[in-house]
């Protein structure tokens, strides 16, 4: 049965790439909904039944480098030193996991979502969800990047066609986040490149690269410039401050199903790749200092007070937005901050909180996207000014988007909790001044999460909603509605009961990744 | 089964309850309300097996491993646990029983309850925590369960607002808490409460004056302490039970018991600063309960003052070593930290009491509020009446009834320890007689004031008996055989060391604490006549206006700050954010952009379908060099 669980793994990435081919190929009109289900559904079943087989570290072999269900294809490549290298370690199990079940919550509201072009819409997102899984499960970095792009340019199309705002507002808002994802992307990517040619290794292999660069690692002024492409390359895509104007913008407009793939998953590719990828690798590059106008500074202090601009002026940011899912974007983006944070802290704490919080915040921010549509569809409004009183006709719609809310900004019992814990107790090894100013995001994103559920559901109406309301009054959360929005809710309370079962692997891999960095980092501090 | 099995199934019921109830019983109001008092009863009695059973048993596992912190999901059930679980589950369980009554005609009845059960999960969890990193999480738990039920009628904008106030005044106390939490890992190595005492013990502690601060501050804003007092008076738009229950009783005692948990890491200068914010906050709240009218409002500042009471008992600290916990005991507690406990026990009582007998009364009154709207309830309500009566008359610390020996073990401590704060604890003890007294007579006595008044009836027996319940503890609860005999002196842990005085202090201390309580209530009974309207409103507007003006200080800074300060910089931030970052930068880079090829112009037309075109045949070419067309 383990023998399996590689071709599974592949499997899933090629299963909703099926169905979006079956789609193009022009499936009869009755089976679009139930191929794209079953293209969303595979991977996920797949994701749960790999996460609760993930080997202990003494059944994988040491080769692997922790890596479990390994494979590796040759696709006519090799000449370039690519292979089709697949498996999954404790960093990338866990948004692997994410991926299946958020593009299975993603795709069951587009489903239902009633959106024009069904067909199509469902194609670009059955695309975007097996680039998703590739990009998680891909040892071998030139397919970690083209799946990354398989399930980015699909985001721009959606936004501008099927976006929630005027058509010109879609277009704009569609070509800013290409010309800020592209720019990002191509800085990550000549970063990549040097890595590959200079580490001598004639391979794109991660594993490779890894075993070889721990013997020779490369000089470290280059190191230094290639980390700073990939910081700011991966930064961009995540949103680091202040590049993060596409990220509000482009979710504002993005359609549901799109905006909670991109911002509970994709988004999350640069964190994972400066974890996965630019730790292990390069790790001198960020501690070691260099000099502007004679002041020394390293790459990871640049890092931490960039992320404080996400958490604070973000923050305060959110706080004075008017428009609900604008609103849910800006908090996005502040809390990336956290996760650029735990990186900066350049330890396995900082980096485990990291990708605990990429889960959680993934979950949550996808709800959140989720509901804010279904707001939508009652109060035919984003602006929070006109709402009021919604728990009154839709108490299950308030309950959950409190509960998103509630997890988004850190409340214990839900997954997010434990990575903001992870990433403050770490930050405080950095600075406690750093740690304490970070801190102070856990009131900031009390003060907008509250208010917006207060705004939307608590209160008597406001008398447009009122009169809107008593012509048509809105329903509570159908069930097409209702399951998506449980399986994230589910999965959020069961990761912030039981942390143990994302953190254990988790634990398991993290000292090999983080060795060079621990290295690093004691040779600096000498 | 084992104790620790039992310690599970305190906090594993209510759970379930909870779960149970949102998953299931959401539109079966009867059927939650039975399922969540059948576990409150299943609490009361797993507590008593455990508070009478052996203490210290093991019971801890990992919760979460990762990078170096471990976090654990363990019991720690001492004599000071097994008091608060008592207290917890005892006052629980009938405030749970009084609900039955109270919201039997509310709509969202089984929300209530489910809320209610969420509320003693949360408790629970926090008495039995055996680190800070778990008390911090049912810490933020218990913040989530009450902001729940003050916000139950949400449709009242106030209730919303106050709901959401109360959550963030709380968030900002837990920011300091956090903090001092990780501050005491990283310094400790530890956040185990048992390896703290440990380590205390062995003499290898890190003392620090910014660790008992910052802990210090989750106290300032679960326990409501100046300046983080604001939301409790608020709180009281939820509905009656849940103020007695977590605003009055248990949860923002939690703070007192926090300070009780983490007393090893106390230093003298952290235990002065809480001395002082204590005498201030009770103080500061009982001159604010002299010029309110809505009776519940009245009970919300006396809870405010009675915590400011313990919080100051506390800050006194030591009797014989000041500052510097007994060595060897089992619980190493300070007389200050015994004292504020045995203040919190009755006041749990009495307070809840109280809550209670104001909750029937509304409810008989058809939800009035105003006491001045209220009068001669006396002879209509004769349960309430005498059961309220009891509960007023161990808040004033009159002799024989339980409030009058917790607050002369802390008058005495305060008497021993420092006089400028015994004087003002003794100023707080007039004005608390004054403003029970003004509340007790204008709304039990005279006429009946208004309609629903004139035709209230006594409440049924579902609400009548929790008030009887609590009515007994709130006259019993403080004498010695209460503890010893009735609970086989299984608190011992505790009350060992309350400060008891001896001799001619003695008398002294009766004296001065009946003397203040008849000063008080004399003069509130003579000055007040039951009447519609304030006398010293009509007859000093002077000093009430100046009275009110000086309680409404606090909530006027922190809205100017709010309004002014902080809003206006985040429109301002959001300006910049948009016109430099959007605008300039965005057009900065999508000029760079420009620059970088073809492929990109091409995207700035709109035409983004060509980017695939591109993406596409960059694809190809790769694929074509590899295989060797070229």
């Not at chain 1, 199903?257 to 974890?275: P, Q, R, T």
């Not at chain 1, 048509?472 to 994230?488: F, K, M, N, T, Y």
């Not at chain 1, 983080?514 to 004691?522: C, L, R, Y």
């Not at chain 2, 200068?269 to 009218?293: D, E, K, N, P, R």
Request: aromatic share 12%.
């Amino acid at each position: 049965m383990d023998a399996l669980n590689p071709q599974l793994l592949l499997l899933a990435i090629v299963a909703p790439a099926a169905a979006a081919l079956a789609l193009v190929a022009g499936l009869p009109e009755r089976l679009v909904k139930p191929c794209a289900v079953a293209g969303f559904g595979l991977p996920a079943a797949i994701a749960l039944w790999l996460w609760s087989h993930f080997p202990e570290p003494a059944a994988i072999p040491a080769a692997h480098l922790g890596f479990a269900f390994y494979s590796l294809r040759a696709l006519g490549l090799e000449k370039l030193g690519i292979h089709l290298v697949l498996g999954l370690n404790g960093v990338s199990l866990p948004l692997f996991v994410l991926a299946g079940i958020v593009g299975l919550a993603a795709g069951l509201y587009a489903v239902r979502s009633g959106a024009g072009r069904l067909r199509a819409y469902l194609m670009l997102l059955l695309v975007m969800q097996a680039g998703l899984l590739g990009a998680f499960a891909s040892i071998d970095i030139f397919f970690f990047y083209f799946f990354h792009e398989l399930a980015l340019i699909p985001t721009f199309i959606m936004t501008g066609v099927w976006g929630t705002r005027a058509p010109g507002d879609n277009r704009y808002a569609a070509m800013k986040m290409a010309v800020y994802l592209t720019l990002g992307a191509m800085l990550s990517l000549v970063g990549l490149i040097a890595i590959c040619q200079k580490s001598g290794v004639e391979s794109f292999d991660l594993i490779n690269l890894r075993l070889a660069l721990a013997g020779a690692p490369l000089g470290v002024s280059l190191q230094k410039h290639i980390f700073g492409l990939l910081l700011f390359g991966f930064g961009i895509l995540v949103s680091l401050w202040p590049f993060h104007t596409w990220a509000p913008l482009g979710y504002g407009a993005a359609p549901s199903s799109a905006a909670m793939l991109h911002a509970g998953v994709l988004k999350k590719f640069g964190l994972y790749g400066l974890i996965q990828i630019a730790l292990p690798l390069i790790p001198a590059g960020a501690t070691t200092a260099f000099t502007v106008h004679g002041i020394p500074v390293t790459w990871t202090c640049v890092l931490a007070v960039l992320a404080l601009g996400n958490v604070l002026v973000i923050g305060l940011v959110t706080m004075a937005q008017a428009d609900l899912k604008q609103m849910i974007g800006f908090g996005s983006v502040m809390h990336m901050g956290y996760a650029f944070l735990g990186i900066a802290c350049f330890s396995a704490m900082g980096a485990g909180g990291v990708v605990m919080l990429m889960v959680g915040h993934g979950l949550s921010v996808a709800l959140l996207f989720l509901l804010a549509t279904s707001i939508h569809h009652r109060t035919q409004t984003f602006d929070l000014s006109e709402m009021g009183g919604l728990a009154r006709h839709a108490p299950v719609l308030a309950a959950f988007f409190a509960a998103a809310t509630l997890a988004g900004i850190g409340l214990p019992g839900f997954a997010n909790f434990w990575g903001e814990l992870m990433i403050f107790v770490a930050v405080w090894k950095l600075s406690p001044w750093i740690a304490a100013a970070a801190v102070l995001g856990i009131i900031i994103s009390a003060v907008y999460g509250l208010r917006a559920v207060a705004r939307v559901f608590f209160g008597p109406p406001t008398e447009a909603f009122a009169r809107a309301a008593v012509a048509r009054p809105p329903a509570d959360l159908s069930w097409g509605e209702r399951l998506p929005a449980l399986i994230l809710l589910a999965a959020l309370l069961f990761i912030g009961f039981w942390p143990r079962s994302i953190a254990a692997p988790l634990d398991r891999a993290l000292p090999a990744i983080m060795a060079p960095a621990a290295q690093a980092t004691s040779h600096a501090a000498r | 089964m084992t104790f620790a099995q039992l310690a599970a199934i305190v906090l594993l019921l209510p759970l379930a309850s909870a779960a149970g109830i949102a998953l299931f019983l959401r539109r079966r109001g009867g059927a939650a309300a039975f399922v969540s008092v059948a576990s409150a009863a299943g609490i009361l009695a797993a507590s008593f097996c455990l508070v009478f059973g052996p203490r210290d048993f093991p019971a801890s596992v990992e919760w979460l491993r990762l990078g170096g912190l471990t976090v654990s999901f363990g019991v720690k059930f001492d004599d000071l646990a097994a008091l608060m679980l008592f207290v917890v589950s005892f006052v629980g369980f009938f405030i749970h029983v009084f609900s039955l009554g109270y919201m039997r005609d509310d709509a969202a009845r089984a929300r209530f309850f489910g809320g209610l059960s969420v509320f003693m999960f949360s408790m629970c969890g926090i008495v039995l925590a055996d680190n800070l990193l778990m008390l911090f999480v049912f810490w933020e738990l218990v913040g989530f369960s009450s902001y729940l039920l003050i916000g139950h009628w949400h449709e009242r904008r106030s209730a919303a607002d106050a709901a959401k106030k109360a959550f963030i005044v709380n968030r900002v106390g837990d920011f300091g808490f956090l903090l001092g939490i990780i501050a005491c890992y990283w310094l400790n190595g530890t956040v185990n409460f048992g390896e703290l005492a440990a380590k205390s013990a062995a003499g290898g502690l890190v003392f620090s004056r910014a660790i008992p601060l910052l802990l210090f501050c989750g106290a300032l804003g679960k326990s409501a302490q100046m300046p983080l007092h604001v939301w409790l008076p608020d709180a009281m738009e939820g509905p009656t039970p849940v103020s007695a229950l977590i605003h009055a009783a248990t949860m923002v005692a939690a703070g007192i018991y926090m300070l009780c948990r983490i007393q090893v890491l106390m230093v003298p200068q952290a235990l002065t600063v809480i001395l002082w914010i204590g005498v201030a906050t009770a103080l500061y709240a009982a001159v604010c309960a002299m010029v309110q009218s809505d009776i519940k409002k009245v009970l919300a500042y006396s809870t405010l003052s009675q915590l400011g009471y313990m919080a100051a008992a506390f800050g006194l600290g030591g009797l014989e070593r000041p500052g510097n916990p007994a060595a060897g005991a089992a619980v190493a507690m300070t007389a200050g930290a015994a004292a504020a406990m045995f203040h919190l026990m009755t006041h749990a009582f009495f307070k809840a009491l109280l809550f209670l007998g104001s909750g029937s009364v509304i409810h008989a009154c058809h939800h009035e509020q105003d006491i001045f709207r209220m009068g001669g309830l006396a002879r209509r309500m004769p349960w309430t009446f005498a059961a309220f009566t009891a509960g007023v008359f161990a808040i004033i610390g009159m002799p024989f009834f339980a409030g009058f020996f917790s607050k002369d073990a802390i008058l005495y401590l305060a008497f021993a320890k420092n006089t400028p704060a015994f004087a003002v604890l003794v100023l707080t003890a007039v004005l608390t007689a004054a403003y029970m007294t003004r509340l007790w007579r204008t709304t039990f006595f005279g006429e009946a004031r208004s309609e629903p008044a004139a035709h209230a009836r006594e409440s049924g027996a579902v609400m009548v008996i929790p008030l009887v319940v609590l009515a007994v503890g709130a006259a019993l609860g403080g004498y010695g055989f209460f503890r010893d005999t009735l609970f086989c002196g299984v608190f011992d842990g505790v009350f060992r060391s309350l400060p008891e005085p001896e001799g001619a202090a003695h008398w002294t201390m009766i004296a001065i604490g009946a003397g203040a309580m008849l000063a008080g209530a004399g003069f509130a009974f003579g000055y007040y006549r039951p009447a519609a309207a304030d006398r010293l409103q009509s007859s000093v507007p002077v000093v009430f206006g100046g009275l009110a003006v000086f309680k409404e200080s606090f909530d006027r800074a922190y809205g100017y700050y709010v309004a002014k300060v902080q809003q206006r910089l985040a429109m301002l931030l959001n300006l910049v954010d948009q016109i430099l970052f959007a605008g300039w930068m965005v057009r900065g880079t999508a000029s760079i952009a420009g620059l970088l090829g073809v492929g990109a112009r091409l995207m700035q037309n709109g035409k983004l379908h060509v980017y695939v075109y591109w993406f596409l045949a960059g694809v190809a070419l790769l694929w074509g060099i590899a295989a060797g067309a070229f």
